[in-house]
């Protein structure tokens, strides 16, 4: 079965979607919506065989199986309120700016029985499920320590660095953990003249004394994307925004030592959308969304409230 789609929002990340929307051969893309024409103008040159719209209410969405959503974060709460009555909808991170809104559309989702899901893309990537395996099979022992660094991105007028690159972090977190902090502390401010905090110093507690600092900024020269895991036997540094070679792992024989031994394992480099794609066509075949079941956005958007 091939699923239709509908796109709302073709600016910065609605293009990337479609890519990989169009590169499976699960779903059919058969509309695109944007307010803007010039954007329009843009995706008509690459999805020509797709209809376009200036108006999502335009839009029959019970004829269609999937909507995504790539537009501004204020908008995301009553758009997705909208589709859920008629479509199985993804869209953006993160879901809606506050617990009580996700809250509702996860009751509107149930209610329809229409899923729900979310773009936290690194869930998806194959470093972070390499390094979930390492921590289920406690390879290196005791986690004790992560470190994640999330430096440039485009400055936003809708919502905060928080909002916008700390929630990558807290749902890498929660994926990995399985679990929320039980002690947060932050400090955000303006590096620069914008209206929201463009960068923030985060330090969350877990249990088990596992320790976590995050620090996001918007303003930076060079874009970096770097977690670091520390174990008790070893350090896994992960860099996604190398080709290749995203992961490196440092093992030591025990903790009397400071000599590591470098390892460059294999890991799925396939894209982290291309992955979250093939797994809502998998859950909308199946029946199931193992993923965003249960607290899962309810809990990313506490901590990021809470921060």
Not at 52 to 75: C, E, G, Q
Not at 254 to 263: M, R
Not at 278 to 288: D, L, P, R, W
Request: glycine content about 2%; some cysteine; aromatic content about 12%.
């Amino acid at each position: 079965m091939i699923y239709k789609v509908a796109i709302i929002g073709y600016g910065y990340w609605g293009p990337k979607l479609a890519r990989n929307i169009q590169n499976s051969n699960q779903f059919k893309i058969d509309y695109i919506v944007d307010k803007s024409k010039k954007n329009l103008n843009n995706a008509k040159k690459n999805f020509p065989l797709s209809k376009f719209l200036t108006n999502y209410k335009r839009l029959d969405a019970s004829k269609i199986d999937l909507v995504i959503i790539s537009t501004p974060t204020i908008t995301h709460y009553q758009l997705a309120k909208y589709f859920l009555k008629y479509s199985n909808v993804l869209i953006e991170k993160p879901l809606a700016l506050n617990k009580y809104d996700v809250r509702k559309l996860e009751n509107i989702s149930h209610k329809n029985k229409k899923k729900l899901f979310v773009d936290y893309p690194f869930i998806f990537s194959g470093s972070i499920r390499f390094i979930n395996d390492i921590i289920k099979k406690n390879k290196y022992g005791k986690l004790l320590e992560i470190e994640s660094f999330r430096e440039q991105a485009p400055i936003r007028k809708d919502s905060n660095v928080v909002w916008d690159l700390c929630v990558h972090d807290i749902s890498i977190l929660r994926f990995l953990l399985k679990s929320n902090p039980i002690k947060i502390k932050s400090i955000k401010y303006n590096t620069i003249k914008t209206k929201q905090k463009d960068t923030a110093y985060i330090n969350l507690n877990y249990r088990n004394n596992l320790k976590v600092f995050i620090k996001n900024s918007w303003i930076s020269p060079l874009k970096i994307r770097i977690m670091k895991f520390k174990f008790e036997r070893g350090i896994i540094i992960c860099d996604e925004n190398e080709p290749i070679y995203k992961l490196k792992v440092f093992t030591r024989k025990n903790n009397k030592t400071t000599i590591y031994k470098l390892e460059l394992p294999e890991i799925d480099l396939s894209e982290p959308l291309f992955n979250l794609i093939e797994y809502v066509a998998k859950s909308m075949k199946t029946n199931s969304n193992l993923i965003f079941k249960n607290s899962f956005n309810i809990d990313i958007t506490r901590v990021l409230e809470k921060i």
